[in-house]
């Protein structure tokens, strides 16, 4: 089955600072990653998905993300964090087993951006 | 607002009563999703419809659980019999193009309480 890990619950950076919040992904077959963001009481907003040939991944919000197909892992980062990126943020991986097309989250990381 | 729609936001209801809940996908988008979210959990896949057929079920939708798209178009999620342990977020997705790097978007979710 295909999964997705993300393993800090919460992540803390500094106004300004560079984040990452990090994702690993067990997948058989080509792997087919996202990121979502949630902030309270809200639904989930796409931020990127990974295309095949790009590791490099350009989103939304000056967020981008780097597929590392060694290390499996598919980490969310962002130069300079603002205290709004504070927010529940989740990978997803595509499984596509037995013809069907569900997302499968990871439980989240908490990300809060303090001043 | 040509997002996701859902109603209503929150639904409080008694132990046992039946529920049910709507979802306007965006309106070219022939794939829609059932989500359920829980507090310190991400997502996880209820159901998946493509137009009015409903091709995938997971093992969480017991018996008492049962959607509709009756013309390809909004969507409706019943639950009989609600237990307590069905509190949490629903949340509804859509999305256009066949292909497992499709990005979903999501609808703001309700929110059941069962008393």
């Known amino acids: 089955a295909q999964s997705v890990a993300q393993p800090e619950d919460q992540v803390n950076v500094a106004e300004g600072n560079p984040l990452t919040v990090k994702c690993t992904y067990s997948v058989s077959g080509n792997p087919y990653l996202f990121w979502y963001v949630q902030y309270p009481n809200r639904g989930l907003q796409f931020l990127l998905k990974?295309?095949?040939?790009?590791?490099l991944v350009k989103g939304s919000y000056g967020f981008e993300a780097e597929f590392n197909k060694s290390q499996t892992s598919f980490h969310l980062k962002k130069p300079s964090a603002l205290v709004s990126d504070s927010a529940l943020y989740f990978c997803?991986?595509?499984?596509?087993?037995?013809?069907?097309?569900?997302?499968?989250f990871g439980t989240g990381t908490q990300l809060k951006v303090e001043l | 607002d040509t997002g996701v729609s859902q109603n209503p936001r929150h639904k409080i209801t008694k132990r046992g009563q039946n529920v049910t809940f709507r979802c306007d996908p965006i309106s070219e988008h022939n794939r829609l999703y059932w989500y359920r979210q829980t507090l310190g959990q991400g997502p996880e896949f209820l159901t998946y419809?493509?137009?009015?057929?409903?091709?995938?079920k997971s093992r969480l939708l017991s018996d008492r659980f049962s959607a509709e798209r009756p013309k390809g178009s909004f969507s409706t999620l019943e639950i009989q019999r609600t237990e307590q342990g069905d509190s949490a977020m629903y949340l509804c997705?859509?999305?256009?193009?066949?292909?497992?790097?499709?990005?979903?978007?999501f609808g703001q979710g309700t929110r059941l309480t069962v008393v």
């Open positions: 419809f493509q137009n009015e057929a409903q091709l995938e």
């Open positions: 997705a859509s999305s256009a193009r066949q292909g497992p790097n499709t990005e979903a978007f």
């Open positions: 990974y295309i095949t040939g790009d590791n």
């Open positions: 997803a991986v595509r499984d596509i087993t037995g013809g069907g097309n569900k997302l499968t």
